[in-house]
């Protein structure tokens, strides 16, 4: 029987199709399922043009195909991606790209999947590779890893978006943008809200926040100095218009659920399990 999506997902959905987003959405809450969906969605609106495409024109059966990617951490390939796209969405073929030979990442690379795994330091690997591949649907899952503007993967992600980082050289170059690009996590600024500005960015360049984290910082933060070391913590403005404009810019973007305020989830179920040490 066919998984049912909960009110909150619908909502997600319904807004995923419209424009990139983020799912802040707390553990429990079925990130994984809809994000499943909403690739499922871009598969069958690319079907739709595809077959469109060649009613128009019989003699050349040539139209938009559709691949997506998910990066996310080792840990969840198998155990949540792969899983529940077997068990919710059989239809989706789905691949891991992680392997330790590199040829068999290339090959999987090469195959026809609609769904290509691949954990966050393999994307850096083979960042190149899949740029060329040409993606339609870029997926993030627990996209706090993107929280430090300067680090590898964060430019990686961003250049997926169009967005050139600072000092990022000629390793992650700005090619051709996915279109449609999501972020997950539950808890996406665990440390502070300037965290939150590469995940935006990944969604909205130029729109949410300026594309310049220097720039960001600078209007949404006051330096503290750290005692004599001449380096500088960076507090959250106290100014309550700025406060206020920091959400604002944020919000369209954003989906945010609260396990409390899903109501029309089933209870929860604890299981206990007996280990002998």
Not at 71 to 91: G, H, M, N, Q, Y
Not at 228 to 235: A, S, V
Request: charged share 25%; aromatic share 12%; net charge positive.
């Amino acid at each position: 029987m066919a998984a049912v999506l909960y009110r909150h997902q619908i909502e997600a959905l319904e807004r995923a199709k419209k424009q990139n987003l983020a799912l802040f959405h707390e553990c429990g809450c079925g990130k994984t399922f809809t994000a499943l969906k909403i690739i499922e969605y871009w598969k069958n609106q690319y079907a739709e043009k595809r077959n469109q495409s060649n009613t128009a024109d019989r003699h050349n059966a040539a139209g938009p195909s559709f691949s997506a990617l998910a990066v996310c951490p080792l840990s969840i390939l198998e155990s949540a991606w792969i899983e529940d796209c077997r068990k919710f969405t059989p239809d989706l073929s789905i691949v891991s790209l992680w392997s330790q030979r590199p040829l068999q990442r290339l090959r999987r690379l090469k195959e026809a999947y609609d769904i290509y795994l691949i954990n966050y330091e393999l994307f850096k690997t083979l960042f190149e590779e899949i740029q060329a591949k040409g993606f339609d649907t870029l997926i993030v899952d627990e996209s706090s890893k993107m929280k430090a503007h300067d680090s590898q993967i964060t430019k990686a992600l961003l250049a997926m978006a169009g967005v050139r980082s600072r000092n990022s050289g000629t390793r992650f170059p700005v090619g051709r943008t996915i279109p449609h690009r999501y972020v997950l996590s539950g808890t996406p600024a665990p440390n502070d809200r300037s965290e939150y500005w590469s995940q935006i960015t990944f969604l909205s360049p130029g729109q949410a926040f300026s594309d310049n984290f220097y720039a960001f910082r600078g209007r949404y933060f006051v330096p503290r100095p750290l005692g004599r070391t001449g380096i500088n913590l960076w507090d959250f403005t106290k100014d309550r218009r700025l406060q206020k404009q920091f959400q604002e810019r944020m919000a369209p973007w954003c989906h945010v659920v609260r396990k409390a305020d899903a109501v029309d989830l089933p209870e929860q179920v604890n299981l206990i399990r007996k280990v002998e040490l």
